[in-house]
């Protein structure tokens, strides 16, 4: 058992790709005299084409610290992992026969951590992007981090143990968010990101809570467009901590980024497309409520064409003109996530 184990080893290590390193990376801000305050977040959004980072510090500032993009290998697990056919067993199970059943794929997961390797290939893709963007922002700070806050899009195979392994092995402390799906979801931290469902004053819980509490809930779509992906989210929210999102309300299309236009037969054809799948949740539940609040992230969202489809798209789906947040939309999922990360320490609901 123990050699067919180092077999399964040597032969996961050479095709994990776990040596490969993003083919670039853009500081957006220099290493500036920054006054360091005593208290901030750090958030990073693991999303498609890239990983962003962002800081938020105690004084309200939140800033847009670094971009690095993704090489093929990392944009592929993360199309993998919003497949349905990718979902397996994870802890924590339902009954004792799942966690027989896993034995074998969480024994080759602490084999491999064992020996300093990555959890799983998937994890060593991950890992690869966070330690990237953990030196990014240590260099901008002049100082080591020990945390941060991840966001990401809703993979529906994407588990809580992939991220805390990645996190592991770069080693900063992986921040658990008092959500519903026990992952950030993109959704969630760009509603914080632009500065929506969070309480005027996190310092004083007893308010903080109320204030959260008495918050209404809305609708909102979520849209990310990069070169790599479009995706599409028809949620209810009520504070950036309470998210519903039902895989049956998202939609992850990894064949209509922007840089695939070239792998349709024309540009009208690729376009249409894309006015579909900005339209379909909407138009498969014409019952539910229209979207209050649209929220753009990714680098693309800007693209002229892209703008003139989504505003034809909301014209014939909503009857009063929601409202759109575009402002840094390459950060506002990291801005969130980093906003999340310097509260919690005053999570309201910790005893």
């Not at 953990?134 to 994407?158: D, N």
């Not at 509603?191 to 109320?210: H, I, N, P, V």
């Not at 540009?267 to 209050?292: F, G, H």
């Amino acid at each position: 058992m123990a050699v067919l184990l180092c077999q399964m080893l040597l032969v996961s290590a050479m095709f994990d790709g776990i040596s490969s390193l993003p083919t670039g990376t853009q500081a957006v801000l220099s290493t500036s005299d920054v006054e360091m305050l005593p208290e901030f977040g750090v958030g990073f959004d693991l999303t498609a084409s890239y990983g962003t980072a962002a800081v938020s510090f105690a004084n309200g500032t939140v800033l847009s610290v670094a971009k690095v993009t993704a090489e093929d290998g990392y944009n592929e697990v993360l199309r993998r992992l919003s497949l349905e056919s990718s979902q397996h067993l994870v802890p924590p199970y339902q009954n004792p026969g799942d966690a027989w059943k896993d034995k074998p794929r969480e024994a080759l997961r602490s084999a491999r951590k064992a020996v300093g390797l990555p959890a799983s290939a998937d994890v060593g893709y991950l890992a690869t992007m966070l330690s990237h963007l953990k030196v990014q922002v240590e260099e901008y700070l002049g100082a080591p981090i020990e945390s941060a806050g991840v966001t990401s899009p809703h993979l529906v195979a994407l588990y809580q143990e992939d991220l805390q392994d990645a996190f592991d092995h770069v080693g900063l402390r992986y921040l658990t968010f008092p959500v519903r799906y026990g992952l950030l979801y993109e959704t969630s931290a760009t509603y914080a990101g632009y500065d929506y469902g969070l309480c005027s004053d996190y310092t004083d819980r007893a308010a903080c809570k109320e204030e959260q509490q008495d918050m209404a809930s809305e609708v909102v779509m979520a849209v990310g467009y990069t070169g790599t992906a479009l995706t599409v989210s028809f949620s209810v929210v009520k504070s950036a901590y309470y998210l519903y999102e039902p895989d049956n309300r998202y939609l992850n299309k990894f064949t209509l980024g922007y840089d695939a236009r070239s792998r349709w037969a024309s540009d009208d054809e690729y376009w249409v497309e894309v006015a579909k799948s900005l339209e379909e949740l909407m138009a498969e539940n014409p019952n539910y409520k229209r979207p209050a609040k649209v929220l753009l992230m990714g680098d693309q969202v800007h693209n002229a064409a892209f703008m003139r489809i989504l505003e034809a798209v909301l014209r014939r789906q909503t009857t009063d003109e929601p409202e759109i947040s575009s402002q840094d939309p390459q950060f506002a999922a990291a801005k969130g996530a980093a906003e999340l990360a310097k509260r919690l320490p005053y999570d309201p609901y910790k005893q």
